[in-house]
């Protein structure tokens, strides 16, 4: 986390507020909120480290008892996140009647079990499992699915949601939360991956298995797909733009793995399957995917 700067210390250290405005004026410091400067500018940052750095000037100025909660909880803790979530810094209080919302800054009145308060870095802030169910509460069903199965893949168990499922009962937006819980899978590997069950789930279309291997007739691995609808015969491949970053082995570079990916996929069409893969862009262009997978599932099924 950035080092914050608080104008209190920078003025007991006999800094004026006229330097101050110089200093930030030439790019010295970085005025993050009222109260309270950075030394590194925003642009050397990306935008989780942005909010981390203004999450604790606001926490440095803020009642102690206040708590790091929803999306600011979830970039604390590594979850992916999408930037338009990063306007606000997000905090829990349970003494604060109704909750607030700020231009910077918005408020929860929540009461919260000792056990979902963990420390992170010195910054109290709510547990995986508490900020998982926040997120389920607060954000749109893709969104707060993408950052629970990232908080699954980090080991946070079940058992642990299903408790804070249970002490949330009653609380705004718990039907969607649950439904939520319900769907996260730790197995989706990246946003995407994520983001494309969410959708075959709103087109209607058949549940995948995911990471799914395929072994020839001598049972030897030929490779693992994504996504697997088996009876249909059909893989499916999500191609994030860092993935072939992820596939680098080293001394190699990209043109050698992408290279090696066709031969995998070649040596999965030879097992008689069907392979559909697909990009960002065609997320947003549902029923054309959706078209694609359906044809696939078709051919897929004169083969078997």
């Not at 998982?132 to 950052?147: H, M, P, S």
């Amino acid at each position: 986390m950035a080092t914050v700067r608080l104008t209190r210390d920078l003025l007991a250290e006999g800094f004026t507020h006229g330097e101050l405005a110089r200093r930030t004026r030439s790019g010295d410091l970085v005025r993050l909120r009222r109260g309270a400067y950075a030394s590194m500018p925003a642009d050397d940052l990306g935008g989780a480290a942005q909010h981390l750095r203004v999450v604790e000037a606001t926490v440095r100025l803020t009642a102690p008892d206040a708590v790091v909660s929803h999306v600011s909880a979830a970039v604390a803790h590594g979850l992916p996140v999408f930037a338009d979530q990063l306007e606000r810094v997000q905090l829990t209080r349970a003494d604060v009647p109704g909750g607030k919302k700020r231009a910077l800054l918005q408020l929860h009145a929540t009461p919260l079990h000792p056990s979902e308060i963990v420390d992170l870095n010195g910054i109290r802030t709510t547990s995986l499992a508490r900020t998982v169910v926040d997120l389920g509460r607060a954000l749109t069903f893709d969104q707060a699915v993408v950052a629970g199965d990232a908080a699954l893949r980090r080991g946070l168990r079940r058992d642990e949601l299903t408790t804070c499922v249970k002490r949330s009962r009653g609380r705004p937006g718990m039907a969607q939360a649950r439904r939520v819980v319900a769907f996260l899978d730790p197995r989706s590997e990246s946003p995407g991956e994520s983001l494309s069950r969410v959708l075959f789930h709103r087109l209607g279309l058949p549940a995948p298995e995911l990471q799914y291997d395929v072994f020839d007739d001598h049972g030897m691995l030929v490779g693992r797909s994504d996504f697997c609808w088996e009876h249909y015969r059909t893989l499916g491949e999500f191609d994030g733009r860092i993935k072939y970053g992820r596939l680098l082995k080293p001394g190699e570079t990209s043109e050698e793995v992408i290279y090696r990916e066709k031969l995998r996929e070649d040596a999965l069409r030879d097992e008689v399957w069907e392979l559909v893969r697909w990009t960002w862009a065609d997320l947003s262009t549902p029923d054309a995917l959706e078209r694609r997978l359906r044809r696939a599932f078709a051919r897929g099924l004169r083969r078997r």
